[in-house]
């Protein structure tokens, strides 16, 4: 079974340091693997994802996100945090065991950013 | 880029009533759409797929007579939680895969139910 695994239930950074969030799978076959951030009562917005190719990816608000094969990671990454930033960010990967369109959710990291 | 609707956002109703939620591809069809469930501080459940056409097909432990889903068109699926009781407060969301990238999804701003 695809999953993924979040072990940082919150991560504090202050306004203007770097910050990552962590995330590692478990996956058979080639990983498809997201990115999503969700603000409070409202639905989740796509940040980015990992296909193929540059293990580096970029996405969206400024965030990027480096894929590493050797240590199954997919770290959530920013050079410099904004109090906008706070919000739940989630990592996903696509559910190839169940139908290529299934996503599977890990448990979410809390970002909490401090002026 | 692909927008999915959600009506209500919020909708509060008392115990033994059924509550209809609906989710709509509004720039795009969607054969399909997905169904999840959010518990405060927790991730997404997925409860079911929605096919439009056919029936749903539900994950194991959500039952099927309580949270009946239709897919009436290719761009409206429809959740209606039957008899509610105060255990069905969660936040419910919905999304549509993309028809070029079948593996992105796009997500509903999601239904906060709450049942006295």
């Known amino acids: 079974a695809q999953s993924v695994a979040q072990p940082e239930d919150q991560v504090n950074v202050a306004e203007g340091n770097p910050l990552t969030v962590k995330c590692t799978y478990s996956?058979?076959?080639?990983?498809?693997l997201f990115w999503y951030v969700q603000y409070p009562n409202r639905g989740l917005q796509f940040l980015l994802k990992?296909?193929?190719?540059?293990?580096l990816v970029k996405g969206s608000y400024g965030f990027e996100a480096e894929f590493n094969k050797s240590q199954t990671s997919f770290h959530l990454k920013k050079p410099s945090a904004l109090v906008s930033d706070s919000a739940l960010y989630f990592c996903?990967?696509?559910?190839?065991?169940?139908?290529?369109?299934?996503?599977?959710f890990g448990t979410g990291t809390r970002l909490l950013v401090s002026p | 880029g692909a927008v999915v609707s959600q009506h209500p956002s919020w909708v509060i109703c008392k115990s033994g009533t059924s509550v209809k939620i609906e989710c709509r591809s509004l720039?795009?069809?969607?054969?399909?759409m997905f169904w999840y469930r959010q518990f405060p501080k927790q991730s997404l459940m997925l409860m079911a797929t929605?096919?439009?056409?056919?029936?749903?097909?539900?994950e194991q432990g959500v039952e099927k007579d309580k949270f009946l889903i239709n897919h009436a068109s290719l761009t409206l699926s429809t959740l209606t939680v039957t008899s509610a009781h105060p255990e069905d407060s969660s936040f419910y969301i919905c999304?549509?895969?993309?028809?070029?990238?079948?593996?992105?999804?796009?997500f509903g701003p999601g239904t906060r139910l709450t049942v006295t």
């Open positions: 999304s549509a895969p993309s028809l070029i990238l079948s593996y992105e999804q796009y």
């Open positions: 996956v058979s076959g080639n990983p498809y």
């Open positions: 990992y296909i193929t190719g540059d293990n």
């Open positions: 996903a990967v696509r559910d190839i065991d169940t139908g290529f369109q299934k996503l599977v």
């Open positions: 720039d795009f069809q969607a054969t399909t």
């Open positions: 929605s096919n439009e056409g056919s029936k749903a097909t539900y």
